[in-house]
């Protein structure tokens, strides 16, 4: 049964559409899976003219796409889409009725439990999705649920349990004992909200990332900004944290209550960095981190320094080898080879 995958791209550039679905690309294609890359034209622009040429190019781009893929065959796709692209469900019917071609969607997102982004457009995309797939490779056991909840059969579900991250011959550190936590991301407080009430926990914070502005707390070391096949040297000491929200008591909001379906890239950076993690209690990757033996679930981010305390440094060992062994997988793309290795299985059948 012949494979392909529908790749979304920005101009002529890959690594634009960011490092998660580029690495999925990068997996599929090693599994044996031909890449079909979408371009979207002028993809910076949104000036009429500039949209008119996008859904022309899209007119003509996507049955040259249906005459490429062979009857009987498998077609992946990563979801969400990013806009609206003319004469796809068009050719989406026409590959499933005349074709016989199987979806597979890989779902980055769900922006219906994200809420942040949701708008009719999304919402128009995912019900599509859920119409045509017949496989759906989602993060975990929370968003499983979820999509059981909407009707979808379990036997069309696989879970990827965590995101990838490939780094390619780099070399593996061993984390470093020490009594911190480090955040690595966009560091606008307008954004990672919870940030400005960081100066008062009595722990040490190691910030990495773009807009940095809070000079003034002493508990916080900032550290740069880096590329992402960089930052994992970067990171090599304590442990990494995933958290979201507005506050320090709890992970609240849109962003927050987030966490409890989504597996975060930030997740995957921090493992495949071989750090071990301090992770929301009620994260839906709380599971993962304490059934691998990966770092420790907190419930407030004012329990820091006592939970901080508490750590071994024999402990922390082995949350560190641990972290190690799974950092060796996510550089390889294992979890995702897996989670399509069982996508395909099932619509082989």
Same mark, same amino acid.
């Given at each position: 049964? @012949?494979?392909?995958?529908i790749f979304d791209v920005y101009?002529?550039?890959?690594t634009a559409s %960011? @490092?998660?679905p580029s690495d999925i690309n990068q997996i599929a294609a090693a599994a044996g899976f031909e890449s079909l890359r979408l371009v979207r034209v002028c993809s910076e622009k949104m000036d009429i003219i500039s949209r008119v040429r996008r859904q022309l190019h899209y007119y003509f781009a996507w049955p040259q796409l249906y005459k490429q893929i062979e009857p009987n065959s498998i077609v992946l796709f990563q979801a969400p889409?990013?806009?609206s692209q003319l004469r796809r469900e068009e050719t989406l019917a026409k590959l499933k009725n005349k074709k016989n071609v199987k979806f597979i969607y890989l779902v980055h997102d769900v922006e219906e439990l994200r809420k942040f982004y949701y708008r009719k457009f999304f919402e128009e995309d995912f019900n599509q999705m859920l119409k045509y797939a017949d496989c759906l490779i989602v993060h975990n056991d929370s968003m499983k649920k979820f999509f059981e909840d909407r009707g979808v059969d379990p036997k069309k579900l696989v879970t990827l349990k965590i995101f990838d991250y490939l780094i390619p011959n780099g070399e593996i550190n061993h984390a470093k004992f020490e009594r911190s936590v480090s955040v690595a991301g966009n560091l606008d407080v307008s954004k /990672?909200?919870?940030?400005k009430d960081i100066g008062k926990i009595d722990a040490k914070f190691n910030l990495y990332g773009l807009n940095f502005t809070l000079d003034a707390y002493k508990n916080v070391e900032y550290h740069g900004a880096f590329p992402a096949d960089e930052i994992p040297n970067q990171l090599n000491s %304590?442990? %990494?944290?995933?958290w979201d929200g507005s506050s320090i008591? /709890?992970?609240d909001g849109a962003f927050g209550n987030y966490l409890r379906y989504n597996n975060p890239h930030k997740l995957s950076l921090y493992l495949a960095s071989a750090l071990p993690v301090i992770i929301w209690s009620q994260a839906a990757e709380a599971s993962f981190i304490i059934d691998n033996n990966l770092g420790l679930t907190i419930d407030s981010l004012n329990d820091l320094p006592k939970v901080l305390n508490k750590v071994t440094k024999e402990e922390y060992e082995h949350f560190a080898i641990n972290a190690r062994e799974v950092a060796k997988k996510l550089r390889r793309g294992d979890f995702? @080879?897996?989670?399509? @290795?069982?996508a395909v299985k099932a619509l082989e059948k």
């Amino acid at each position: 049964m @012949k494979k392909y995958q529908i790749f979304d791209v920005y101009s002529s550039d890959e690594t634009a559409s %960011g @490092k998660a679905p580029s690495d999925i690309n990068q997996i599929a294609a090693a599994a044996g899976f031909e890449s079909l890359r979408l371009v979207r034209v002028c993809s910076e622009k949104m000036d009429i003219i500039s949209r008119v040429r996008r859904q022309l190019h899209y007119y003509f781009a996507w049955p040259q796409l249906y005459k490429q893929i062979e009857p009987n065959s498998i077609v992946l796709f990563q979801a969400p889409s990013q806009n609206s692209q003319l004469r796809r469900e068009e050719t989406l019917a026409k590959l499933k009725n005349k074709k016989n071609v199987k979806f597979i969607y890989l779902v980055h997102d769900v922006e219906e439990l994200r809420k942040f982004y949701y708008r009719k457009f999304f919402e128009e995309d995912f019900n599509q999705m859920l119409k045509y797939a017949d496989c759906l490779i989602v993060h975990n056991d929370s968003m499983k649920k979820f999509f059981e909840d909407r009707g979808v059969d379990p036997k069309k579900l696989v879970t990827l349990k965590i995101f990838d991250y490939l780094i390619p011959n780099g070399e593996i550190n061993h984390a470093k004992f020490e009594r911190s936590v480090s955040v690595a991301g966009n560091l606008d407080v307008s954004k /990672t909200q919870y940030l400005k009430d960081i100066g008062k926990i009595d722990a040490k914070f190691n910030l990495y990332g773009l807009n940095f502005t809070l000079d003034a707390y002493k508990n916080v070391e900032y550290h740069g900004a880096f590329p992402a096949d960089e930052i994992p040297n970067q990171l090599n000491s %304590g442990f %990494g944290l995933i958290w979201d929200g507005s506050s320090i008591e /709890t992970c609240d909001g849109a962003f927050g209550n987030y966490l409890r379906y989504n597996n975060p890239h930030k997740l995957s950076l921090y493992l495949a960095s071989a750090l071990p993690v301090i992770i929301w209690s009620q994260a839906a990757e709380a599971s993962f981190i304490i059934d691998n033996n990966l770092g420790l679930t907190i419930d407030s981010l004012n329990d820091l320094p006592k939970v901080l305390n508490k750590v071994t440094k024999e402990e922390y060992e082995h949350f560190a080898i641990n972290a190690r062994e799974v950092a060796k997988k996510l550089r390889r793309g294992d979890f995702t @080879k897996v989670a399509l @290795k069982k996508a395909v299985k099932a619509l082989e059948k």
